[in-house]
């Protein structure tokens, strides 16, 4: 199949065309093992919901093998299906020749950032996400602010008249997933060392993550209690930063080395067996260090090191085993649906793990959604960069976990939790979305879910 030049390339001419640069391009090795039999197609989000080849697996790869060929150009018309990719990985996981798009579109994204111009109002809405989401300090102190703002009624005056959508659907894209500030938001009260209960079995470092240690606070210090009851000193080093998912995943290198270095650092004294991660698109990001620092000599073999210890906290507890006692969580049988967050599932090939935990505490029935392994439009900040793509996934995520019937939604991401707390809303379901971590804590200290 030929990419059609006039779809992607309305205005460069055919010399002197702006493509990528010498610095990691998209491998054509990679590129080349794709057989364009076009099986990722089903599976892949953003064709499901635009349905046009140049914004599926397969088109992207014929784009990104063009511009490597001087044959397109790197402009509006291309960048648009780069950006519409959710970076979901369902492709990778679908693709029969082993195709290693994750790599693809991740090098694709670098170069993009760095030889494409962005329009104002895009650099603009870039620079607030990348300046304020990787950064836990600065987000803390706009808290305050957004406290008031939703203590005023203004958060419901513009969710109810849809208002800010007109002004810009990407502001209206943020407000819509804020969730609730509480005081909790500005606490940091984990300590540095928690020891573990009974016999040790392992020192664990824990990493807090930028969204969860503000938003789901309650998540880590369940994931804390989790891990020491099941014999696990755990270590937690302030001087941890964001992991770099954010970064990373939308092409931002210098910031993403930056911050990857930061966490290493964090980490290089304590001794730790593992470090423990109960966010999945951090985790992701995290094991991919070593590939991330690859070209910085100090850093190569420290970055490695780091990547082999990281863990999410569900595939760590079900390898080393559950040692305490597990109570059932309430008088009924607990009927929960399992929400499969892409970056533990595809990008991480953990799905068995949690449904075996959450499995184990007793009275529990897992219930499985249809196309548990579609994204639910979250993507890290792809609802906030990309919404009307975002919306309809969202829906159709929240349609396909009500339907199971479930009583309770189990979802492992935070970005997940805010994505598919907020179609619940607008959908006017009421039903509670919690970690794992959070059900299994409740069920070793014995506290009953209200039914
Ligand atoms: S990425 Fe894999 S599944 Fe998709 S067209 Fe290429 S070879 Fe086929
Ligand atoms: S990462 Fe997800 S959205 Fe992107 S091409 Fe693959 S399946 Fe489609």
């Known amino acids: 199949m030929q990419v059609s030049e006039n779809s992607v390339n309305n205005t460069a001419s055919l010399k002197n065309l702006k493509g990528f640069d010498a610095n990691h391009p998209p491998d054509p090795k990679l590129i080349d093992t794709c057989v364009h039999c076009g099986f990722c197609l089903a599976t892949c989000p953003s064709y499901r919901v635009i349905g046009k080849e140049m914004d599926s697996p397969r088109g992207r790869i014929y784009l990104m093998d063009a511009i ?18 959710l970076g979901c990985l369902a492709c990778v996981t679908t693709c029969p020749s082993g195709v290693q798009y994750d790599k693809l579109i991740s090098a694709t994204r670098h170069q993009v950032e760095r030889n494409y111009p962005r329009s104002l109002s895009d650099r603009l809405i870039r620079k607030l996400i990348f300046s304020l ?48 500030i509480t005081l909790k938001s500005f606490q940091d009260n984990l300590p540095d060392v928690i020891p573990a209960q009974g016999k040790k079995r392992y020192r664990v470092g824990v990493i807090l993550g930028c969204v969860q240690r503000l938003f789901f606070s309650p998540v880590n210090e ?95 507890l079900a390898t080393v085993g559950l040692t305490a006692k597990l109570s059932p969580l309430t008088e009924k049988p607990l009927s929960l649906v399992y929400q499969d967050a892409c970056h533990l ?26 196309d548990a392994a579609i994204c639910c439009g979250s993507a890290g900040v792809y609802n906030l960069l990309q919404p009307e793509v975002a919306e309809e996934l969202g829906k159709q995520k929240v349609r396909n ?32 979305i919690m970690h794992p971590m959070e059900l299994l804590d409740y069920s070793i200290r014995g506290i009953k879910l209200q039914q």
């Open 68 to 85: 490597n060929k001087g044959e397109i150009a790197l402009n509006t018309a291309s960048v648009q299906h780069f950006d519409s990719c």
């Open 133 to 180: 989401f990787p950064n836990p300090d600065a987000l803390r102190i706009l808290l305050v602010p957004l406290l008031v703002y939703q203590k005023l009624g203004f958060s419901k005056f513009f969710r109810a008249t849809g208002l800010l959508k007109n002004i810009s659907p990407r502001l209206a894209a943020m407000e819509s997933i804020l969730p609730k």
């Open 222 to 316: 369940a994931t804390v209690r989790v891990l020491t009851a099941n014999g696990c000193e755990v270590v937690i080093p302030k001087s941890q930063g964001c992991c770099a998912a954010l970064p990373e995943h939308q092409g931002q290198t210098e910031q993403a080395k930056a911050l990857a270095r930061q966490m290493i650092d964090s980490f290089a004294k304590t001794g730790v067996d593992f470090v423990i991660i109960n966010a999945a698109g951090c985790g992701h990001t995290l094991k991919e260090y070593g590939h991330i620092l690859e070209d910085d000599p100090e850093y190569r073999e420290k970055a490695k090191e780091f990547a082999a210890k990281v863990r999410d906290a569900q595939e760590f």
């Open 401 to 432: 976990l009500l339907n199971t019937g479930a009583d309770l939604i189990a979802s492992p991401n935070p970005g997940c939790t805010l994505q598919i707390s907020k179609h619940l809303s607008l959908q006017g379901k009421e039903i509670p």
């Open 345 to 370: 599932l595809h990008g991480q090939k953990i799905s068995v793990q949690p449904r075996q935990l959450l499995q184990q505490i007793p009275r529990v029935k897992l219930k499985e959604p249809l």
